[in-house]
């Protein structure tokens, strides 16, 4: 089966965060989101990716690094981007596959510094994380060990990951 990738109509112009890809099953196998480089891309592929989750701690947790992968594909990278995840009984990985094939930085800001932060907050909160160069672009993914799914008591996943 072929999936096309059509503006999201729902959105109504060519500023919409979201493309549309087949998302094939919740909560195990593969599902793919594509979106446009712009700001609001950012809570939208949080949401994504938090809404394939089962259990709320790794709903919080991948959104998080997800918000972090997508910020660098905004500021950075300027292109339409990609989020897919893979998730299994033991494990989720997340690829933003983007169209620079300039690598992220992992740098050690400065505390007071207002940005800088992001790959560290992946590197430190990731069981692994990598870059695979695609032609004319890159994927950077991670991987996170998936939590037993347990009942939402009265909104447990903070907001912020389902905004």
């Known amino acids: 089966m072929t999936n096309s990738t059509v503006l999201d109509e729902s959105h ?7 493309l549309r890809s087949g998302l094939r099953g919740l909560s195990g196998g593969r599902q793919v989101r594509h979106f446009r480089p712009v700001a609001a891309s950012v809570p939208a592929a ?14 919080w947790l ?15 990278a300027g292109t339409d981007f990609e989020v897919r995840l893979d ?10 596959a983007d169209g620079v094939a ?3 930085l992992l740098r050690r800001p ?4 207002t940005g800088g932060r992001g790959m560290v907050i992946v590197d ?16 950077v993914w991670f991987e996170v060990p998936v939590h037993p799914a347990q009942p939402d008591p009265g909104g447990a996943i903070p907001d912020v990951c389902r905004r």
């Open 12 to 18: 109504g112009s060519d500023t919409s965060p979201l």
């Open 46 to 59: 949080r949401r994504f990716a938090a809404d394939q989750l089962d259990s709320p701690e790794d709903a």
């Open 110 to 113: 400065r505390a007071d510094a």
């Open 87 to 96: 998730i299994d009984r033991h494990r989720i990985r997340v690829e933003v």
């Open 102 to 104: 300039r690598r992220p």
């Open 62 to 76: 991948v959104g998080l690094l997800v918000s972090e992968l997508a910020t660098n594909v905004v500021e950075h």
């Open 124 to 139: 430190e909160l990731a069981r692994r994380w990598g870059v695979e160069p695609t032609g004319g672009g890159k994927v």
